[in-house]
C-alpha cells in the first residue's frame, strides 16, 4: 500500500454520504439501461431499422465510457461532490428531455445524456475517499459498487410501469428520484476536505503515463472482464436461455436475473474479505472459480458414439436448464465478489488517484460491455457453437489470471506521480 496522505475519517459524515452516492450511482446504472427496455416502443414508434436499434441501446453506455475518464480528471480539480451534482443535473435534464423528444435523432441525444451519468462512479469513489477508514475501505467500496445493480432494475421496474401506464412514465419517475437525490445532497453534505495541492493538479500528461503504467493496465483488464463481461451477459442471456432451451423471451430474461443477483450479494463479502485477508488474495481466489464456472459452461452439447461388441452405445451429454442457471449463478457470485476486490485494490494504490484511474477502469468495462456482446454474435456465427460466448470469456478470464500471477511474482509498484 502506498504512503501517500489519506484525510482524515469522518464517520458521522460517511453514514450520510455512502447511502447518497450509492442510491446516485444506482440511479445513474438504470438510467443507462432505461432504452433497453422503452427502446421497444420508440422502435415501433419511429419504425427503426435493427442498426438504429443497437445505437439507440448503446449511446448511454458508449458515452459513459468515453467521457468517464474526462470526468475522472474533473473530478480531482473540482472535487467529488461537485461534480456528482453536476452529473446528476446533466441526468435530470436528459430525463426531462425524454419527455420532450419527437424524433429518432432526439432521443438520442438523450441517451448521451443518459451516459454522462458515468462520471458518477469515479466523482463517487473520490468523495467517498475522503470519508473512508481504510481497515474497512473494502466493505465500503463493496456496498458502493452494489450501485452497479441498477442495471438491472429497469428490467424489473420499467416493464411493470409501461404495462400499468405508458413508457413516457418511466423517464418521470426517475427523474422525481434523481431531483430528491439532489436536493438531499445539497442539504445533508458538504465539499470533501480539501486534499494537498499537489494531488489536485489535472495534467494530461501525467493522465497519459497512467495509461501505460502496468498496474493500471491491470486493473482495467480486471475490471473489463468482471464488470464489462457481467454486463454483457445480462445483456445476452436472456436470447442464449431462450434459444438453448426453447423458452419465450420473457421466460429467459427472468431465468436471467438469478445471473445478475449474485453479483450484487457478493460484492459485499469480497471487499470485506478483502479487508481481512489481502485484495490480491480474494481476486485470485475469484477469478480462479470464475474460470472453472466458465470451463463448465463452455462445455458443448455432446453425443459420444462408444463401439460395444455388439452394438453402438450412444452417450448425450447435455447441461439441463438448473444445472446452466445454477453455474451462472456461481459465476456470477465469483465475478461479483472479485468486483469487490478491485475496488479495494484500486484504493489501496491510487488514493489520490482514484478519479482518473477509476474512470480509466470505468472506460475498459464500457467497452468491453460494448464489444463482448458483438464478439459473441461473430463467435457463434463462425462456430455455430452458442457456448462459444463462454469459450470467450474463459480466454478473458484466463488472461486476468495470468497477469495476477506475473504482477505477484514480479512484485509490481504503482505509479507514483501525480495527476
Known amino acids: 500500500m502506498t504512503s501517500q496522505h489519506r484525510p482524515t475519517v469522518d464517520q458521522t459524515s460517511l453514514t450520510i454520504v455512502l447511502p447518497l452516492t450509492l442510491a446516485a450511482f444506482f440511479v445513474a446504472f438504470a438510467c443507462w439501461t432505461l432504452f433497453a427496455v422503452i427502446g421497444v416502443d420508440l422502435q415501433h414508434l419511429f419504425q427503426l431499422t435493427n442498426t438504429q436499434f443497437a445505437l439507440l441501446i448503446a449511446t448511454p453506455v458508449l458515452t459513459g465510457g468515453l467521457l468517464s475518464f474526462p470526468l475522472g480528471l474533473l473530478t ?57 477508514p481504510p481497515s474497512r475501505a473494502g466493505l465500503v467500496l463493496g456496498v458502493f459498487g452494489v450501485g452497479t445493480s441498477g442495471a438491472g432494475f429497469s428490467y424489473l421496474i420499467v416493464p411493470a410501469v409501461r404495462e400499468a401506464y405508458s413508457w413516457e412514465l418511466a423517464p418521470l419517475a426517475y427523474l422525481l428520484v434523481t431531483v430528491l437525490i439532489i436536493l438531499l445532497l445539497l442539504v445533508l453534505t458538504d465539499p470533501e476536505p480539501a486534499r494537498p495541492t499537489a494531488s489536485r493538479r489535472t495534467c494530461w500528461l501525467s493522465s497519459v503515463r497512467l495509461w501505460r503504467t502496468p498496474m493500471v493496465c491491470r486493473f482495467s483488464l480486471y475490471f473489463a472482464f468482471l464488470f464489462g463481461g457481467l454486463i454483457a451477459l445480462i445483456l445476452w442471456l436472456p436470447g442464449y436461455l431462450s434459444a438453448v432451451y426453447s423458452l419465450p423471451l420473457d421466460e429467459g430474461a427472468r431465468w436471467s436475473l438469478l445471473f ?160
Open 76 to 132: 480531482q480539480r473540482l472535487g467529488g461532490r461537485r461534480v456528482i451534482l453536476v452529473c446528476l443535473a446533466v441526468l435530470a435534464m436528459a430525463l426531462l428531455s425524454m419527455t420532450w423528444a419527437t424524433s429518432y435523432v432526439g432521443f438520442l441525444l438523450c441517451g448521451a445524456g443518459l451516459g454522462v451519468s458515468g462520471g458518477l462512479f469515479s466523482a463517487g469513489l473520490h468523495y467517498l475517499v475522503s470519508y473512508l
Open 260 to 419: 445478475a443477483l449474485p453479483m450484487v450479494l457478493f460484492q459485499v463479502p469480497g471487499g470485506v474479505g478483502a479487508d481481512r485477508f489481502g485484495s490480491t488474495l480474494v481476486l485470485r481466489l475469484a477469478l480462479v472459480f470464475a474460470l472453472l464456472f466458465l470451463f463448465a459452461l463452455s462445455y458443448p452439447d455432446t453425443t459420444l458414439s462408444i463401439q460395444g461388441i455388439e452394438r453402438t452405445i450412444e452417450l448425450h451429454l447435455a447441461a439441463s436448464l438448473t444445472t446452466t442457471v445454477v453455474l451462472l449463478a456461481l459465476l456470477s457470485a465469483a465475478m461479483g465478489a472479485g468486483l469487490g476486490a478491485v475496488m479495494r485494490l484500486l484504493f489501496e494504490h491510487y488514493p489520490q488517484q482514484i478519479g482518473g484511474v477509476g474512470g480509466m477502469m470505468l472506460a475498459s468495462g464500457c467497452i468491453a460491455a460494448f464489444a463482448l456482446p458483438l464478439l459473441f454474435g461473430v463467435a457463434n456465427d463462425l462456430t455455430g457453437i452458442r457456448s462459444s460466448v463462454f469459450m470467450l470469456l474463459f480466454s478473458l478470464c484466463g488472461l486476468a489470471v495470468l497477469t495476477v500471477e506475473s504482477a505477484e511474482y514480479r512484485h509490481d509498484s504503482p505509479f507514483d506521480g501525480s495527476l
